[in-house]
C-alpha cells in the first residue's frame, strides 16, 4: 500500500468551538467566522500572492477530532434521518478511510503582517482544524449546475428561528465583541442540528460558539433561543 507522510500548512481559528451544531456542509452560514493561521515555513506572503484576486478558496483539512476512531465502511447520515446506513463513500462522514475533508469558504482578506492570516466566511470548521491545503475556487469549473444531489438534496424548508427577551438583551451587551452572533445563530439553528431520530419536544439543547454557550430549545414553531451565557 502506499502511503504519503502530509504535515499541516496551517490551522483553523472558528467560531465553533465543539462539533455538535457544526453545520454538515460549508456555505450554510455565511456569518459564521473563522482565521486560517497559516504555520512555519509556509507563513510567508510569497505563498499567497494573488490569492486575494479569488473570491473563495478550497480547504482540504483534517478530521482531528475523530481520526482515532478509525473508518466504517457504512455510516448513518442526518440526512437519512440517523436509521438508513449508506456506504461511507457516499457520505462526507468523517469515519473514513483517511480522516481528510474537503470544505469551501469565502475569503475575506489576508493579513500579512507578522505571519500569514485568511480571513474567510461560512466555513463548516472545528476551532484547531489541521489545514494541508489551500486552493481558489474556480466558479467555471468548480460549480456544476447540473450536479444531482442524490439523497442529499437540500429539501425542505428552515427552521425559524427566534430570540426570548433574555437573549435578546444579552445579543445586545455582546454586539460590539460579536456584531454577527444574532445572525451565525440564526443560521447554525435554521439547519436544525438536531440529531435525526430527536423527538423530545421538552428537550433544552446547548451549543458552543465563541467563548459563548447558546441555550435552545424547539416547540411546533421552530427553535427558541433562550439565553447565551459565558462558557
Known amino acids: 500500500m502506499s502511503q504519503w507522510n502530509m ?54 483539512f483534517v478530521f482531528h477530532a475523530t481520526a482515532d476512531q478509525g473508518w466504517r465502511p457504512t455510516v448513518r447520515p442526518p440526512k437519512l434521518g440517523g ?14 478511510p483517511n480522516p ?7 475569503l475575506e482578506r489576508i493579513e500579512t503582517d507578522n505571519g500569514v492570516r485568511l480571513h474567510l466566511a461560512g466555513a463548516d470548521l472545528l476551532d484547531g482544524t489541521p489545514i494541508l491545503d489551500i486552493k481558489p475556487y474556480l466558479a467555471y469549473a468548480d460549480a456544476l449546475p447540473d450536479a444531482s444531489n442524490g439523497y442529499a438534496d437540500d429539501g425542505g424548508q428552515p427552521l425559524p428561528v427566534r430570540f426570548s427577551a433574555e437573549a435578546d438583551a444579552q445579543l445586545l451587551a455582546l454586539q460590539a465583541r460579536h456584531p454577527r452572533l ?40 421552530g427553535a427558541l433561543v433562550i439565553s447565551i451565557l459565558p462558557a
Not at 481528510?100 to 469565502?106: D, F, K, M, P, T
Open 7 to 60: 504535515q499541516a500548512i496551517g490551522r483553523i481559528e472558528s467560531c465553533y468551538k465543539e462539533k455538535f451544531a457544526i453545520p454538515r456542509q460549508p456555505g450554510l452560514t455565511p456569518s459564521a467566522e473563522a482565521i486560517l493561521h497559516l504555520l512555519p515555513p509556509y507563513d510567508t506572503p510569497d505563498a499567497v500572492r494573488e490569492l486575494a484576486q479569488f473570491s473563495h478558496v478550497w480547504l482540504v
Open 83 to 96: 436509521n438508513q446506513r449508506v456506504g461511507v463513500f457516499a457520505t462526507r462522514s468523517t469515519f473514513r
Open 100 to 106: 481528510i475533508g474537503l470544505s469551501v469558504a469565502r
Open 182 to 221: 444574532r445572525s451565525l445563530i440564526a443560521e447554525v439553528l435554521a439547519q436544525d442540528p438536531r440529531p435525526g431520530y430527536a423527538d423530545d419536544p421538552t428537550r433544552r439543547y446547548g451549543m458552543a460558539l465563541y467563548d459563548l454557550n447558546i441555550l435552545w430549545c424547539c416547540d411546533a414553531a
